[in-house]
């Protein structure tokens, strides 16, 4: 059967996904040796999850076990050597698996996954049987019994559900709930939009680096790796120029694993254990240990070819297949560029006053601009910087909409000393004052002299929980911004959101890409759909409104993780 979010329980049947300690099973567990690592703990073992009468946060709270504990989850009962169901009579379970496939399986509770994880090693099925007709097969087809041996659980890591994993540090008028959902109202404000800082507590170490989902992995800033990450990131920029795409998502994701590893790798076999690591990537590493260089890396950077492409798709507007286009015309340098387009220095761009007329300028007037300012752009802007930045804009949108609040996300956010450009999202309490607060801002502070090119300009739409493309619904503007007495242009990037959108707008204009990315692909696999002009719920598109960035990550089905360890980028 599909792989769906299911209706809510009904009060007669249903299986209680809040409850801190999990319920004892009617007989005691037997005892096991205990796995060396909690990833290994169910290694091998396939699961299947009937949705049918479970919760969401239950079913959020069974996938991250799941993941935790090393176990596959399938798609397909058939494939699954366990089936994880709350449904506890025959009759039920035959609406949605065959019997002959039931009895063929362990048929459990909830509860054995959690107690399996909480105790650290693998219970025994029989104990958990969920229906009374299928205990002889569940205790004959379990799967942790087959082999009598399993590994030893390490004592340093535990996995509580990820609804409970951090607490406010404060105390404060909103208290998120055990099971974090939509909000009533149709279109609620934010119970907390200027949460105390910082808001919870985190500890890296309460994570699992050898997750396959970079939004469940702690990635600092710098990591013990951060050579080897940045020689790999090397592959990964010459794939994206090339136009390699699948390619450079491999590299994308392995140094986003390698940026999460805890300590610096000093053996292959290190290496060997995490996920999206291949043969190819195992060899690179291998030679790193051994020599400190990657000679296919060396040979890239003294690529001609690579450095053209890679100047000329710095520049705004130019993607890897113009790229390629100039370069195969023979233009190899930034200033042969600039003769090409006949940029001046001082070429000026122009204020739209609508999203039409962004639409009707020419992708290659903006890239006249670019070229035109890229001295200025190339400049990064220190932390006192962005917050001068900050400062300015909030003070002129007092002026023009008071009452409005903002957070200045991207890089800056994540914790770099240097950005190079600059991200706020803003939004004000009263939802119906947003709405084209974006396009009269504009006008002010480019009749101010600070804004002098707007190079995207767009209005709310309606969430579409069928769009297929990233670039969310939010009202925004792309811009070139100057400090008033200043003469070095900057890139600052205006977002305006909906009161009820406004931590998912935090959430995912923080980034980085590759944490992004599979936050998206984890809210898919939750039955979600997530991008940062909100969440909907995909088999009925019902809209959810978390009142908390905290919220975002509970609705989710997340571990919090501080924005300063979102930089699973390089």
Request: aromatic residues 8%.
């Amino acid at each position: 059967m599909p792989f769906k979010r299911p209706e809510p329980p009904s009060d007669s049947d249903a299986v209680s996904s809040s409850s801190v300690t999990p319920a004892e099973p009617s007989q005691p567990p037997r005892k096991k040796s205990r796995p060396s690592q909690l990833g290994d703990l169910l290694k091998g073992v396939k699961i299947f999850v009937l949705q049918t009468k479970l919760e969401a946060p239950t079913i959020a709270e069974l996938l991250f076990l799941i993941e935790r504990s090393g176990a596959e989850l399938c798609k397909d009962v058939k494939e699954a050597s366990v089936i994880i169901t709350a449904v506890r009579m025959r009759k039920r379970l035959e609406r949605h698996i065959d019997w002959k496939i039931a009895k063929s399986k362990a048929v459990v509770t909830p509860d054995w996954l959690r107690d399996s994880v909480q105790k650290k090693t693998p219970m025994h099925c029989g104990d958990y049987a969920a229906l009374q007709d299928l205990e002889g097969t569940t205790e004959a087809k379990c799967p942790t019994e087959s082999d009598g041996e399993t590994s030893t659980a390490s004592p340093a890591l535990s996995t509580p559900p990820p609804q409970r994993h951090f607490q406010r540090k404060s105390s404060s008028p909103h208290t998120p709930s055990r099971e974090p959902g939509p909000s009533k109202s149709a279109t609620p404000p934010p119970a907390n939009l200027l949460p105390p800082d910082p808001p919870y507590e985190f500890n890296p170490e309460d994570l699992d680096y050898r997750s396959r989902f970079a939004c469940m992995r702690a990635s600092p800033l710098k990591c013990p790796n951060q050579e080897l990450c940045e020689m790999l990131d090397v592959m990964r920029q010459t794939r994206e120029v090339e136009g390699e795409e699948r390619s450079e998502l491999s590299y994308r994701r392995a140094v986003a694993v390698i940026k999460s590893y805890p300590t610096k790798i000093k053996y292959r076999r290190e290496a060997e254990k995490l996920p999206y690591i291949g043969t190819k990537l195992i060899s690179m590493i291998e030679e790193y240990l051994d020599t400190g260089h990657i000679s296919e890396v060396d040979s890239t950077l003294a690529s001609p070819r690579f450095h053209s492409l890679t100047a000329f798709s710095s520049i705004y507007g130019i993607g890897p297949k113009t790229a390629q286009y100039l370069y195969g015309l023979g233009l190899t340098t930034i200033e042969q560029l600039e003769t090409y387009y006949g940029v001046k220095p001082s070429e000026q761009g122009v204020m739209l006053d609508s999203e039409k007329d962004a639409r009707d300028v020419m992708e290659e007037n903006w890239i006249k601009v670019a070229l035109g300012l890229r001295h200025d752009l190339a400049i990064k802007i220190p932390r006192e910087g962005v917050e001068e930045i900050h400062r300015v804009i909030m003070a002129e949108l007092d002026e023009v909409e008071p009452g409005c609040v903002s957070t200045v996300v991207g890089g800056y956010r994540r914790g770099k000393t240097e950005s190079g450009d600059v991200d706020i999202v803003f939004t004000h309490p009263n939802a119906s004052r947003t709405k084209g607060l974006c396009k009269r801002f504009m006008k002010r502070l480019y009749e101010k002299g600070l804004v002098t090119h707007v190079m995207h300009l767009s209005g709310f739409h309606t969430h579409n929980a069928l769009r297929t493309t990233h670039w969310d619904s939010l009202e925004k503007a792309l811009t070139i911004f100057v400090l008033p007495g200043h003469t070095t242009r900057r890139r600052v990037d205006f977002i305006f959101a909906q009161p009820e959108t406004y931590w998912t707008a935090v959430v995912g204009w923080t980034g980085s890409l590759m944490f992004e990315r599979d936050l998206r692909l984890w809210a898919k696999q939750r039955g979600l759909k997530f991008d940062s002009s909100g969440m909907t719920r995909r088999r009925d598109s019902k809209h959810l409104y978390p009142q908390t960035e905290k919220e975002v990550f509970d609705i989710l089905g997340l571990p919090w993780i501080d924005p300063t360890m979102r930089n699973a980028d390089v």
